[in-house]
């Protein structure tokens, strides 16, 4: 599974997002990670380590990265397309075991596994 962090904030906390690439299951991830003080009626799903997270979707398997996209405007959340390029790169690629870290201007670095 290919994993894209960027971290922000969200309501004056900060929170992890999470989009990538599934290789075994085929289909994108999104998680919205945040501390509990965020859990209020505004989140799509109350959980204590997600403000949202496909998993949680009634078919969390069958949505294209526009899907995404609309699930972090839902919260207003703006994160870097390279994001969204990087992770229909590895489902082009089919790759997994990918950890990256990406930055509010588009740059970003692969981590060590």
């Known amino acids: 599974m290919s994993r894209h962090y960027f971290d922000t904030t969200n309501k004056g906390f900060p929170i992890t997002v999470i989009l990538g690439w599934d290789r075994p299951m085929g289909y994108f991830l999104l998680m919205i990670q945040k501390p509990a003080e965020l859990i ?19 078919d969390p398997f069958g949505h294209d990265l526009d899907y995404d996209r609309e699930a972090l405007r839902h919260f207003q959340i703006v994160v870097p397309e390279s994001m969204f390029i990087q992770s229909e790169r590895d489902q082009e690629m089919n790759t997994g075991n990918r950890t990256v870290k990406h930055q509010a201007d588009g740059s970003f670095t692969e981590r060590e596994l």
Request: aromatic residues 10%.
């Open 40 to 58: 209020d009626d505004t989140a799509m799903v109350e959980d204590d380590d997600f403000l949202y997270s496909n998993l949680h979707e009634r």
